[in-house]
């Protein structure tokens, strides 16, 4: 069960091809965040939105551009993308209350990325 | 740079025994650290926060211990059960505030055996 939910489930895409992955939450959030997990590796921060404004980009290349239209929908727009971008991409969200750190993350199943 | 280790890439475990997974960070300085759980083609979910002023923390079958000056976390199920085996996950979160990203541990895959 999830209150994140991430479409496509699965993508598989040229190297010039350009696609988006959605993510909407139902939880009442303001907080989204990008992480991307590849095999062998901790889950990556990508980008966190806050209150719709980004606030973090965690070196990313550009090839990966987010967009954020609201506090309950979150994109990632893909372009150019190389074969070690290949992964499983989550996103979560959380409720930021001033004073209170540690808010847990309600991360969503992820769409599993396969670039050829 | 900043680096988080958990003891094991996998943990087999019998049933009924307790399991203790460890979360081992350098070179950063956590306001508070999460454990979460990760089943295949799954996102990760949340089990428990503990902060840094904390030493331990309980939920049901699950206990948390943090140990800044070693820099440790012990992450323990006890009466373990087949149902439990997962992949359990340790992040740690900076003193920011605000909508922080979390810096995650690659994980520990527990299988508890019948």
């Known amino acids: 069960e999830t209150g994140v939910t991430q479409t496509p489930r699965h993508l598989v895409m040229g190297m010039t091809n350009k696609k988006s992955l959605k993510c909407e939450q139902h939880?009442?959030?303001?907080?989204m965040y990008w992480y991307k997990q590849s095999a062998k590796k901790p889950l990556e921060l990508m980008f966190v939105?806050?209150?719709?404004?980004?606030?973090e980009n965690n070196s990313v290349p550009s090839r990966f551009s987010p967009e954020c239209p609201n506090s309950s929908h979150l994109f990632l727009h893909l372009h150019t993308l190389q074969p070690e971008d290949s992964a499983l991409y989550l996103c979560?969200?959380?409720?930021?209350?001033?004073?209170?750190?540690?808010?847990?993350?309600?991360f969503g199943d992820g769409t599993r990325l396969s670039i050829l | 740079s900043q680096k988080i280790e958990q003891n094991s890439e996998a943990l087999n475990i019998q049933e009924g025994k307790t399991a203790t997974l460890t979360c081992n960070y350098t070179?950063?300085?956590?306001?508070?650290l999460q454990w979460y759980r990760q089943d295949p083609g799954r996102g990760p979910v949340f089990l428990l926060l503990?902060?840094?002023?904390?030493k331990e923390k309980r939920k049901e079958r699950l206990k948390v211990t943090f140990d800044t000056t070693l820099k440790q976390s012990l992450f323990h199920i006890t009466a373990s059960q087949p149902a439990d085996s997962a992949t359990y996950l340790c992040?740690?979160?900076?003193?920011?505030?605000?909508?922080?990203?979390?810096?995650f541990g690659k994980g520990t895959h527990l299988i508890i055996q019948p």
């Open positions: 979560a969200s959380t409720s930021v209350a001033q004073g209170a750190r540690g808010q847990p993350q309600h």
């Open positions: 939880l009442g959030h303001n907080a």
């Open positions: 939105y806050n209150f719709k404004e980004q606030t």
């Open positions: 070179n950063y300085s956590p306001a508070y």
């Open positions: 503990i902060r840094e002023n904390e």
């Open positions: 992040a740690l979160g900076s003193s920011g505030g605000g909508a922080d990203g979390l810096t």
